[in-house]
């Protein structure tokens, strides 16, 4: 299978969950990948289990100089780049009245601040023809407790979205917005989700779900390919949900 042969992928919060996936599905499709994550331990962890063709780059994409030393990188490397997946987000569950100026501004940074400079700073590498994947929410047009700012974050890169796939369109450059509903990753510990109380939690989650179970993250991950792929070549300015039918409920 080499759906991505001799391409240059990079995504974001790729050491774990749904970007970890991602990444391990290029790879099998013959794509070289480059993961960007926080913390340094989880990325080469995840960059020794993914093996060759895999590269770690430690860094937070709320940080610019992130972005700067992910271009050196590329341009040193490989020289350019096909397709970026701008994965990596942060969420804190929190009533509007509760919200700090702190936990406003992490979440604009990360999820929306760092997702427009991240692909500003690659489109100078960005070859003919390549993909652009943004992971957005259900929670940008379904409204859930506490997420008030979450939402907002991940409603302005689907505009983001749209304005680029125009933009780019005379470099046939695809842009698409992946929108995940409840995923089996490690974000329910953090937002707050207790070991203990992850069965209640998972079993009041269902009943929301047409489909009747959590999303997994190769599931995600098969999404992300087809986005990437050309067997998305006529796909632009979209929003695939994959949500289990949540977002009908």
Known sequence: MNKLSNKVAVITGGNSGIGLAAAKAFLSEGAKVVIVGRRADAV???ADELGAGATGLVGDVADLSTHERLVTLI???????????????????????????????????????????????VLPLMREGGSIILTSSIASEKVLGGHAVYSGTKAAIEAFARSWALELKDRRIRVNVLSPGPVDTPILAKLGVAPEARSEFEAQTIQAIPLGRLGRPDELASAALFLASDDSSFVTGVNIRVDGGITLT
């Open 44 to 46: 080469a962890a995840a």
């Open 75 to 121: 341009t040193e490397r490989f020289g350019g780049i096909d397709i970026y997946f701008g994965n990596a987000g942060t969420n804190t569950i929190t009533p509007t009245e509760a919200v700090s100026v702190e936990e406003f501004d992490t979440q604009f940074a990360t999820n929306t601040r760092g997702v427009f400079f991240g692909v500003q700073s």
